[in-house]
């Protein structure tokens, strides 16, 4: 007998639970048992990203060099140690947060965990490493600048946010230049103070992995309370409408439409998401259909949904030809309009919210992708009831709702665009 086939919709979502507590010094830690494979995922998250900077680029350049070097180990003993049990040590900075990520076999935490644990409080930033980052970082940028999705991703973000705010700035040569040893140890000892980090840990763990973390990172000197008292304005220019020549021979131009909505903790953004999904967030999206589909201007054309801890943003991207450059923004606001005067049909909705909880039905399904659920609810200062909640928002949520919503956000004349050739 065939069995029947559900819509994701009638399925139910619980988000399974994670363990919460605090090391010997008070660091919060949150673990989860789950998967049957002997690996693990520990990530030490601290507030250091592009909200915390001192001075432009000091962010990334300490994530970049966390691990080439203490005052016991050179960055090349330090990579072999880490490889010489398999493991990945990735540290990445955000626009408000860093993360130091191990993945490892259960079995090597024991002696993985204290290297870790010297990157995170011995870092010293040699002179030649910090040359050599530099070095690179102007080169990578230097390439980077000639192509046109690259300077519309810097450009729209400092027309949303203005380029001397956080998530609007962005490198320049001469900032990346200004940038010495002392600049990066500082921001590490502030930024990167254990006492500021939260832990997470997911994986086939039990308490003896979370003893051994305790062991090594609960005994730590942690110096916690420190406040971030920086407040930044987001002016937006007066003109919405920009064009920009970065190649005068170029044949393809890259399109960034935006405007700022507010993050994750406002009661419409669980909405949104379903509209931005509808809109322009999955292949079959409205967006898509029309602009690569039926018009053909493009490979792809997208729109995301973004939240950061002090704001968000909504930005539609694609590349295109130049000589359709103008014609696919065009329908770009075409679409905008039509989201305001036409409410989805109900096949259409339907698919829509099956496309958004099937994904997550995936998201639910392994240790590391819960934890990622977890960590995201929980920097953010928001719990499982909040979860729950937005699942509901994309069970029940009306057509006639999500119309009212797109008279509300998609109006253009709110819209900044960017064109780069």
Known sequence: MVPAIHDAIEFSYKLPPINNT?????????????????????????????????????????????????????????????????????????????????????????????????????????????????KNAIQRLLVSLREADFVANQQIDALLFGEFHPYGRYSR???????????????????YNIGQAKIFMAGKVGDSEVKLVNEIFGTLPAVHGIQDTQVFSAPGPSEMSHRVINDPNGVQGAIRIGRTFPNRHHPDFPKMVVLNTLFGGYFGSRLMSNIREEKGYTYGVYS?????????????????????????????????EQLCKVPADKEELLLVKNYLLGGLLGDLDGPFQILQRWRTLILNGLDNEHFERNINVYKTITAEELQHLAIQYYDKTQFYEIGVI
């Open 22 to 134: 605090k090391l010997a010094n008070d660091i919060p830690f949150y673990w989860l048992n789950a998967g049957v494979q002997d690996v693990v995922e520990i990530d030490w998250v601290f507030p250091a990203g592009l909200w915390q900077e001192t001075k432009p680029g000091v962010a990334h350049a300490t994530a970049g060099l966390l691990k080439n070097g203490t005052s016991r180990r050179t960055a090349h003993q330090l990579h072999e140690a880490i490889e010489y049990y398999g493991a990945s040590l990735k540290v990445g900075a955000g626009n408000d947060m860093a993360t130091v990520t191990l993945y490892a076999l259960t079995k090597d935490l024991p002696q993985l965990l204290p290297i870790v644990a010297e990157v995170l409080t011995d870092s010293i930033f040699p002179e030649e490493e910090v040359a050599l980052h530099k």
């Open 173 to 191: 040569q001469e900032k990346i230049e200004a940038l010495m040893r002392e600049d990066i140890l500082a921001f590490y000892k502030k930024c």
């Open 304 to 336: 995301s949904l973004q939240s950061m801890a002090h704001g968000g943003s909504v930005i539609i991207q694609s590349e295109v030809g130049r000589d359709v450059m103008e014609a696919a923004i065009g329908e770009v606001y075409h679409e905008m």
